[in-house]
């Protein structure tokens, strides 16, 4: 697998697709390395003529692991972020957009159509807005402003126990395929209900790649650490498309709509039945919107 190298760190990231077709960057959510993008939502954006890229966020399957940065307290940060005051934290939202861009550079590409889900989302919207000829289009998933109100922050409290729940310490594969078993099916999509036998050799492909609690906690602080970027968000240029599920527990369907309305001449889709997952049965369909959406792009 390619080492990207840079900020004092290593990301491991792979490429997939004809090396001189418009590049696709994919940016993951909390805690999870690359390995939990689908395949047929990969192999359905190569088919309509892109590079797809994906890596390993800092803190995260085979990338640099941040042990000696500690592990912040959660709760206390959360607590701090909705009441508006300074949240501590190792690194934040622009360090992992700047991460972005040491993957872009190994991979050689100048310009990309930047896709990012949840977290993965704001990093993109990070990334697109202080790095505007980086990026040729813009799509944030399932993802948020950091907007502090309430109705928008924070969502169903079953969810957010479920995401804050810790795999036993140093989990076998089992253990952590049963954890990510459990946490996404709480956070999942109530319209699009799938077998076990669909899931488990995905979570187990996830769990081999790298799940790293320790990161995941410190992935968050950076979030909280991060604030409101709406202000931020008005400076976006990039085509954007803010796509949401209709019944995202985690992220509230609020935190798209409120994306969308930051980011000038933003694109919303509502994807009924969609929780804070990727339903096998809307991968190809999500992935040709994406498509269709960086077609847009006219640099």
């Keep these: 697998m390619p080492i990207a190298e840079g900020n004092g760190l290593r990301f491991d990231y792979q490429s997939f697709g004809a090396l001189d077709a418009p590049a696709i960057l994919l940016i993951q959510g909390l805690g999870m390395p690359a390995a939990m993008w689908p395949d047929v939502f990969v192999e359905t954006l ?25 592990i912040p307290n959660v709760a206390r940060a959360m607590t701090r972020a909705l009441l508006r005051r300074p949240v501590t934290a190792p690194y934040n939202l ?18 990309a159509h930047v896709v990012g889900v949840s ?18 289009t813009l799509t944030s998933i399932m993802s948020t402003t950091g907007n502090p109100r309430p109705s928008i922050a924070l969502g169903k409290a079953r969810a957010l126990r479920a995401l804050l729940k810790r795999p036993p310490g140093n989990p076998t594969i089992e253990q952590a395929v049963d954890h990510l078993m459990f946490v996404f099916g709480v956070i999942g999509s109530p319209g699009f209900q ?29 979030v909280l650490a991060s604030g409101d970027r709406r202000e931020m968000l008005h400076g976006i240029t990039a085509p954007t498309l803010v796509i949401h599920g209709a019944d995202d527990p985690l992220v509230r369907i609020a935190g798209g709509r409120d994306t969308a309305a930051n980011i000038h001449g933003a694109r919303f889709k509502i994807i ?28």
């Design 46 to 70: 190569v088919a309509e003529g892109y590079r797809v890229v994906t890596f390993d966020n800092r803190d995260c399957g085979g990338s640099s692991r941040m042990a000696d940065a500690g």
């Design 94 to 111: 622009d360090d992992m957009a700047a991460d972005t861009q040491v993957v872009l550079d190994a991979a050689g590409i100048d310009r």
């Design 119 to 136: 977290m993965g989302g704001m990093i993109a919207q990070v990334f697109a807005a202080t790095r505007p000829q980086r990026v040729r």
């Design 194 to 222: 799938q077998h076990v036998a669909q899931l488990r050799p995905h979570f187990e492909r996830v769990a081999r790649r790298g799940l790293y609690p320790a990161g995941t906690s410190r992935q968050l602080a950076a």
């Design 272 to 299: 009924p039945g969609m929780g804070h997952d990727f339903p096998p049965a809307l991968m190809a369909g999500i992935a040709v919107m994406i498509a269709e959406h960086c077609r847009s792009d006219r640099g």
